[in-house]
């Protein structure tokens, strides 16, 4: 069983970064996965993170920040092991159902969402997202 849910503990989110870090081919980037910039922007509060997890135990996320003045999506992944199964289909439905605690916790209302993302422009097209130049954007 699938359950998603923002993400706050120190373990879940070093997971979380190890598995994006993996779904890019670039775990060998750190060292130490403290010293990532994402890991470093998670735990100041500049970003927020979603994990999914499946019979508990975390396999994808999405990590949120405010950029554009929009909801906007930093990343989105799902361990290779589990990828083409719906599952960043499933986190980005939960991420624009729940619009609303990004608003609170940014403390700005978002009209739209948008992500810099041209490798996956069929994946996010299916989510309604449109291709406006470099950035892809949806009204929310």
Same mark, same amino acid.
């Given at each position: 069983?699938?359950?998603?849910?923002?993400?706050?503990?120190?373990?879940?989110?070093?997971?979380?970064?190890?598995?994006?870090?993996?779904s890019?081919?670039?775990?060998?980037?750190?060292?130490?996965?403290?010293?990532?910039?994402?890991?470093?922007?998670?735990?100041?509060?500049?970003?927020?993170?979603?994990?999914?997890?499946?019979?508990n135990?975390?396999?994808?996320?999405?990590?949120?920040? @405010?950029? *554009?003045?929009?909801?906007?999506? &930093?990343?989105?992944?799902?361990?290779?092991? +589990?990828?083409?199964? $719906? !599952?960043?289909?499933?986190?980005?439905?939960?991420?624009?159902?729940?619009?609303?605690?990004?608003?609170?916790?940014?403390?700005?209302?978002?009209?739209? @969402?948008? *992500?810099?993302?041209?490798?996956? &422009?069929?994946?996010?097209?299916?989510?309604? +997202?449109?291709n406006? $130049? !470099?950035l892809?954007?949806?009204?929310?």
């Amino acid at each position: 069983m699938e359950s998603i849910n923002f993400c706050d503990s120190k373990d879940d989110i070093k997971r979380l970064e190890e598995i994006r870090l993996e779904s890019f081919k670039a775990r060998k980037a750190y060292d130490n996965i403290e010293d990532s910039l994402i890991y470093k922007k998670i735990m100041n509060g500049d970003y927020l993170v979603v994990g999914l997890s499946l019979e508990n135990k975390l396999i994808g996320g999405c990590v949120i920040s @405010s950029s *554009l003045k929009s909801l906007y999506i &930093e990343y989105l992944f799902i361990d290779p092991k +589990y990828q083409h199964e $719906g !599952y960043g289909t499933s986190i980005m439905q939960y991420v624009l159902r729940n619009k609303n605690a990004f608003e609170d916790y940014y403390h700005m209302k978002f009209t739209e @969402s948008m *992500l810099e993302e041209k490798e996956c &422009e069929e994946f996010y097209k299916k989510l309604e +997202y449109r291709n406006s $130049g !470099y950035l892809m954007k949806k009204k929310i």
